[in-house]
């Protein structure tokens, strides 16, 4: 699976672009839909969000209205292993930024929206909470470590990286 990453409107939000046999899926298509739909070269056939922050669905509603496909979020995902057409993965809960936040593991690759960041984890002041944050944490480090984390702004990172570095990811922090 390629992996294709365009930081978008005025937030840079991560959107990410995903390939496999000339069949993609967008992650959290933030803001200039023009920009993203110059990237695809091919068949799209869905749509996925993290979280319903503008910064995150800017470009939605065109892209929703371009492609025809399906969005694929919290209300309509549930918890656990997920085919979209070719593509394979588990949809994880993890609120604590917000109450409806939710990543996507596909293999070793978990796009995570504004749960986690390179050295840093979302704020809890938008609609989520600490106590859920913690929740989120507590399940995601009993993941391989070797998961490398596509967030919602900023660089990749590994889960390995996150747990050795951040005290977010250390017994009773939050």
């Known amino acids: 699976m390629e992996i294709k990453t365009l930081r978008v409107g005025s937030l840079q939000t991560n959107c990410y672009l995903l390939k496999k046999d000339n069949k993609y899926l967008i992650i959290d298509p933030g803001d200039e839909a023009d920009k993203i739909i110059n990237y695809i070269h091919g068949d799209v056939k869905g749509i996925l969000i993290t979280h319903n922050h503008f910064d995150h669905v800017g470009a939605l509603n ?12 919290y209300l309509n995902l549930k918890e656990g292993e997920i085919k979209i057409s070719i593509f394979n993965f588990e949809v994880i809960y993890n ?3 917000t109450k409806d936040s939710i990543s996507f593991l596909f293999e070793n690759d978990l796009f995570c929206g504004d749960f986690i960041f390179e050295n840093s984890i979302g704020r809890t002041d938008a609609g989520g909470n600490n106590q859920d944050m913690k ?3 507590m399940k995601i480090i009993k993941y391989s470590p070797s998961i490398n984390i596509y967030p ?3 660089n990749k990172t ?3 990286n996150e747990i050795d570095t951040l005290l977010y990811f250390k017994d009773n922090y939050l």
């Open 135 to 137: 929740k989120s944490i």
């Open 152 to 154: 919602g702004h900023g």
């Open 95 to 97: 609120p604590g930024h």
């Open 62 to 73: 065109q892209l929703k209205e371009y492609y025809h496909v399906p969005v694929y979020h």
């Open 158 to 160: 590994t889960l390995k």
